[in-house]
Structure formats: C-alpha cells, structure tokens
C-alpha cells in the first residue's frame, strides 16, 4: 500500500492512521495499566455519593422506629419523638451532601437521582407524615379519642390520617417532577420550582421538636421554661394546628412558586465580610436556642415566598395597564 496507510500483520491488516489511534491503545502495554487504574478510581468516586443517599434512607428509616416506640403516660419521657425530628434534620444533610459531592466529582447518573428519589420519599413523606400521626394520636388518646385510621368510627381520625396521606402523595408527586425536568448541572440546581421536599419535611420536624421542647418534664438537652396555660394551650391546639400545616406544605409543594437553592445561592463563590460575620451570628444563634432558631428559619424559608408572590401579584393588579402603541400606518 502506498502512503503507509496500512501495516500488514499476518494474513490480515491493521489500520495504523490518526483516525484508528484510540483503538490501538489498548494493545499497548502502558494503556493496558492505565485505563483499570482510571475506571476503579472514578468507582470509587462514585460510591461516595451513593453513601450518603443511602444515610439519607437509614435516617428515614431510624426515624420510623423511633416515632412507632411506645408512649407510657401523656408525656413522651423517652425523648424518642424529639430523636425522630432531629433525624429529619441528619436525612437533609446527608441529602444536601450526596447531590453536591455528585456534581463536584462528576459522578452523576440517572441511577443517583433514581436512588435519591426512593430515599426521599420515605425521609421526607412518610416519616413527617407518620411522626405527626403518632404525636396527634397520642394526645388525642389522652383525652379518650379513638385510634386514628382510614377506617375509624370518628371523623377526626379519617380526617387526619386523609391529611397525612395527601402529604405523601404530594411529596412523591413533587418528587417525579422534579425528576422530569431535572439537569444535572449546578447551573439547574439554583432555583426550585415548588417547596423542596427536604424543607416541607424540615418544617414537620422543627414544629415537632418545638413542641416536644415545651412539654413539661421533656426529655431534652435545651427544654423551654414556660407558664402551664401555655403548655395547656399548645397541647391543645397541635392536633388541630398540625394537620393545616401538612396540608399547606402539601400545597407548596406542588405549586409553580420560586424556592432559592440555599447552598448554590448563598454559600457558594466569594461574599463580602459583613455576609460572613451575620453567618456566623446566625450559628451562633443556633447554638444557644437550636429548637427555636431552626423554627423560625425553616418556616421563614417555606412560607415568605408564597406571601411575597401573593404581596406581588395584589400590587400588580393595582396598578394601571400601560396604554398600548399606536398602530404604525403603513400609507405614503
């Protein structure tokens, strides 16, 4: 052959041109080393992720078996609905985690986002929805009411478990949407449309810690001390108070509402230093009052979108349309 296109190697040909080079790298020896070393350590990368999803399930999960143990007397002595909450908050971390460290190391696959899903139907729509079921249920088998069931004799019990149920739906709901239109890249993980799961979730378990916290005699590292009428008050209120909040996080959702994304928004890139100094106060603030700071901020970030979207649209239906142009004439 002319041009040194071809080599002839026994009685068959191998093309040794530009075009044919990434096939004949892996007869060579030092590719041969190469390329296993390079796949087992993007592996490895890889299962990073994976792990934190699956902590992500197993918080889920000890979160169930802690709301299901059983409660001797009106009060939870064991502190296990308060563990219960706060494991709400470990399954957001590790979900915070396993996304960031995905897209960090490359390593996102329709296989994390799958296996994120599954986790975060169970630790942020069955667990808040279980816990707050079994709070409501034993409060109200204090006071003589029946178990609550889709099948119970009272109109309460159906009523709060339908409000539970729909909580679920919605987060599976809001989850394959997300799911349809998601984009790997960090560029797409700036806005949410709907409230995140993980936040409807942390709302749950905050207002759930909060009034675990108030209780008289609770087991807790940093219990509230407040006046008995307004323990009564509260204890009275919460089976109540609590199903309108699932329903209204329900709603959120599955609504079209912007949410920022907190870590990509507001932790990432360079910040002034006034910007890290009210961080630190913020930090600081939890750690005095955990129970409360993280109340008041979780339910700041779900709740003032909405109310700023409904200030916006209100002021704009206020003001006057603008007139429209003249139409341009098109005569000599």
């Avoid at 919460?238 to 599955?254: D, E, G, H, Q, R």
């Amino acid at each position: 052959m002319e041009g040194g296109q071809y080599g002839i190697i026994g009685s068959g040909m191998l093309r040794t041109d530009k075009s044919d080079r990434p096939a004949m790298r892996y007869r060579d020896p030092r590719w041969l080393r190469k390329e296993p070393i390079r796949g087992r350590l993007r592996r490895r990368i890889s299962v990073l992720p994976t792990l934190m999803t699956l902590g992500n399930l197993l918080c889920g999960f000890s979160a169930i078996w802690y709301a299901s143990l059983p409660v001797v007397g009106t009060a939870d002595k064991s502190g296990a609905f308060t563990i219960a909450g706060y494991l709400i908050f470990g399954a957001m971390i590790f979900d915070m985690l396993d996304g960031s460290m995905a897209r960090l190391t490359r390593a996102t696959s329709d296989f994390g986002a799958e296996l994120d899903s599954l986790a975060d139907v169970v630790s942020f729509g069955i667990v808040p929805a279980f816990l707050s079921l079994k709070i409501i249920a034993r409060l109200l088998a204090v006071r003589g009411g029946e178990l609550i069931n889709p099948l119970a004799q009272n109109v309460d019990g159906r009523f709060f478990w339908m409000i539970a149920a729909i909580y679920v739906a919605c987060t599976a709901l809001r989850l394959a949407r997300f799911n349809a239109h998601n984009a790997h890249s960090m560029e797409s993980h700036l806005i949410f449309r709907g409230l995140p799961s993980p936040a409807a979730a942390g709302v749950a378990g905050a207002t759930v810690i909060f009034f675990e916290a108030l209780r008289p005699n609770a087991s807790h590292f940093l219990p509230f001390h407040v006046p008995e009428f307004v323990q009564s008050g509260v204890g009275t209120a919460f089976p109540y108070l609590m199903p309108v909040i699932l329903l209204a996080l329900s709603a959120l959702m599955v609504s079209r509402i912007e949410y920022p994304h907190l870590i990509n928004q507001y932790l990432r890139g360079r910040r002034p230093f006034s910007y890290v100094v009210r961080l630190v106060l913020l930090v600081l603030l939890f750690f005095w009052q955990p129970q409360l700071t993280a109340l008041l901020g979780i339910y700041w970030y779900a709740f003032f979108p909405p109310i700023k979207a409904l200030f916006q649209r209100i002021l704009s239906r206020g003001k006057p349309e603008a007139p429209a142009p003249p139409p341009i004439s098109s005569g000599a």
